[in-house]
């Protein structure tokens, strides 16, 4: 007999922990503007001018600094991992080149998977005054909270031009 019950209790208990397991998959996040093949296919090098290519693609991600004749597409595709920090699961990225005249010159394609790897220095930048200590931190905003963000004179709000505790005498406290 307690055969037949556990089973039915395992399944029960599986039952009850699927919906969890939501918290664990998340859907993907598309973000840029995806390119395709048979788009840049249409354009015709030394024809096309950056007014075709803007109506085709649309409008680029961003212009290159250095060189305003390089245009940058980036489509990439993220998905929240543990601890909700967001991991990108493919990026591509297509910079269509012109010539000075503003004429369709090449495009070049860059995956993921051709990247270059930035290590981000582990060094923690200083800053005056030293480390605030655990009691600095938690008490340390005690006195700056302004709910209506006005800065300056407050006096018509009833309030002095100075902070909380500064001496004035309409602090309305």
């Given at each position: 007999m307690r055969l037949t019950k556990l089973p039915k209790s395992?399944?029960?208990?599986?039952?009850?922990?699927?919906?969890g397991c939501a918290v664990f998959s998340d859907s993907p996040h598309y973000r840029g503007i995806a390119v395709t093949a048979s788009e840049l296919k249409q354009l015709t090098p030394g024809v096309s001018q950056q007014a075709d290519v803007q109506s085709l693609l649309g409008?680029?991600?961003?212009v290159e600094q250095f060189n305003p004749n390089n245009?940058?597409?980036?489509?990439?595709?993220?998905?929240?991992?543990?601890?909700?920090?967001e991991g990108v699961s493919s990026q591509d990225v297509v910079v269509v080149s012109f010539?000075?005249?503003?004429?369709?010159?090449?495009?070049?394609?860059?995956?993921?998977?051709n990247a270059l790897p930035v290590k981000m220095d582990g060094k923690e930048?200083?800053?005056p005054g030293g480390t605030a200590g655990f009691f600095q931190q938690l008490?340390?905003?005690?006195g700056s909270y302004n709910p209506l963000g006005v800065t300056g004179n407050n006096s018509a709000l009833g309030?002095?031009?100075?902070?909380i505790g500064s001496g004035g005498s309409g602090s309305g406290f």
């Amino acid at each position: 007999m307690r055969l037949t019950k556990l089973p039915k209790s395992l399944l029960f208990c599986a039952i009850l922990a699927l919906p969890g397991c939501a918290v664990f998959s998340d859907s993907p996040h598309y973000r840029g503007i995806a390119v395709t093949a048979s788009e840049l296919k249409q354009l015709t090098p030394g024809v096309s001018q950056q007014a075709d290519v803007q109506s085709l693609l649309g409008p680029p991600t961003f212009v290159e600094q250095f060189n305003p004749n390089n245009w940058v597409y980036v489509a990439q595709v993220t998905r929240m991992r543990i601890a909700r920090t967001e991991g990108v699961s493919s990026q591509d990225v297509v910079v269509v080149s012109f010539n000075s005249n503003g004429t369709y010159k090449s495009y070049t394609e860059n995956t993921l998977a051709n990247a270059l790897p930035v290590k981000m220095d582990g060094k923690e930048t200083p800053v005056p005054g030293g480390t605030a200590g655990f009691f600095q931190q938690l008490i340390g905003g005690v006195g700056s909270y302004n709910p209506l963000g006005v800065t300056g004179n407050n006096s018509a709000l009833g309030g002095t031009s100075g902070n909380i505790g500064s001496g004035g005498s309409g602090s309305g406290f």
